[in-house]
């Protein structure tokens, strides 16, 4: 059985494991108001997918009750 002779350093660990590193979400613009959204969801400022209106448009874009 195959074992290793020496003990791998943190530096060699940790050079490997940098490629572990998780990619950045897709945005796409919306087709209707053009803000940053993620694919296959509905928009959450216009409130609209796949070119019909699904719910109401968001007025309060930071998500406070007033």
């Known amino acids: 059985m195959a074992v290793p002779k020496q003990k791998q350093s ?3 660990t940790t050079k490997r494991r940098s490629q572990h590193k998780i990619s ?3 945005i796409n ?3 209707q108001c053009h803000s940053p959204r993620r ?3 509905v928009c959450p400022v216009c409130g609209t997918y796949a070119g ?3 719910l109401e ?3 309060d874009h930071h998500g406070h009750e007033h």
């Open 10 to 12: 943190h530096s060699r």
């Open 24 to 26: 950045s979400p897709a």
């Open 29 to 31: 613009a919306c087709p």
């Open 39 to 41: 694919p296959h969801r």
């Open 52 to 54: 019909r209106q699904v």
């Open 57 to 59: 448009p968001d007025t």
